[in-house]
């Protein structure tokens, strides 16, 4: 592979519409051979992926705001500044956890979870006012979404 520098300037770059958050990749991962890549994602309150668990690592850091993240069988609330590490196949989830909404930035390794968001933000404007089928495509790309808590 014949690696090149990426540069992305604030509000440059496409920005996915994946359960209920705006994701904006800021490396995708075609740039480091599906090493690692990076996202910037924006949650309003209660918005993001419900608990759920795949192969590949990812780690968390919060720029803005505040998430609620489900990590294993601990939910903490993290802030501006704070940092999580979610080894692959740890269940995990995280939503927005106040009006105004979070930015975080989402580094996966290898580079794995561009596919879902793709395919999520396809289907649910192939349709409009029906949702996709999240943990089918979920499935797909080598993910599996807990059942809703009773």
Known sequence: MDKQAVTVKDGEGEVLQVLGAD??????????????SIMDVTLPKDQ??????????????????RVRFVIGN?????????????????VHGFKGAEETPARVLVFDAPATAEGFFRDVDKETKAVPGVAPDIPAIAQRHG???????A
Do not use: K
């Open 48 to 65: 993001g992926p419900p608990p759920h668990e795949h192969p590949w690592d990812e780690a968390y850091f919060v720029l803005s705001g």
């Open 143 to 149: 993910m599996r979404f807990l059942p809703p808590a």
């Open 23 to 36: 994701v904006r990749f800021l490396l995708e991962a075609a740039a480091t051979g599906h090493r690692f």
């Open 74 to 90: 601990a939910v903490r609330v993290f802030e501006a500044g704070d940092f999580a590490y979610v080894p692959g196949g740890v």
